[in-house]
């Protein structure tokens, strides 16, 4: 069962993350809309897992270990996600090694999700040995771009689809990993999610099936983005390339047309989550 985290626009919130008992959430966004702050904090007491991000997708830049910590620790999330650099495994465990210092200094109790970073399959499984032994990191996390990673002989580039590529490319460097740690390897999260065919892949996160590897959770704004345009998922995915712009988190589907539209596009995200929760072997009442 891999957990998996809906994300969707702050109107929308009561409709759709609250299907989930796994969220992540982004600082800057924690930091500007009480409503979507308040929102998490009463999930995370009634006793949701809620992971908070760096946000440097969003903004380029992560925020700071004491902002990162700060908003972790006064609204009572889980774990975070350390500050990281794009592709740079080196400067990745350099502030890994500084944020785990304030981590440390602070005492904090919330828990350490690393992201794995590098240039080459080789680099980033390289950061994971690295990882491994760090008893303060709880989690890894991998990203889903990695179409511009030196992946080997393998690259899959004759595929015309991106979506596509990129759900082989992480396929491929996650059963690549697996060759390369200890049974008791960290459990994984799968950050983002080009389209949800990839869960499929997984045997619902069993270690089992890759080879001492645990893939606990994934994030995806994926069944409300396509949904919102009427794109279901089918059994194969997505049936069509992965939107790719960004979610707009203040879009509210009940401003944007006709009731019979507004009802469509619910019902469609709706459907979309279940078939999501279906390809990774995860549903909660």
Known sequence: MIKLGIICPIPHLKDFAVQSDFHLVLPHLIKQYPE???????????????????SIFELDTPLSNEELLDIAEECGFSEVVSPETINDSVESYSQLESFLTTHQHRNSKVQVLAMLQGKSFVEMSRYAIQLEDIKEVNTIGIPFRLENVDSGEESFSSIKSLTLRRVFLRWKFIFHLATCV?????????????????????????????DGLTIRSNDSSSAFVHGAEMISYEDRGLPVEKISKKLDFTRDLANEGPKEIYNMCMLTINHNIKMLKQFAQYDIS
């Open 36 to 54: 979507y702050k308040n929102f998490y904090v009463e999930r995370s007491k009634a006793g949701d897992f809620v992971l908070l991000d760096n």
């Open 182 to 210: 200890g049974k008791g390897f960290q459990p994984l999260h799968l950050m983002g999610l080009s389209d949800g065919l990839e869960l499929q892949m997984y045997e619902g996160g069993n270690s089992a099936e890759l």
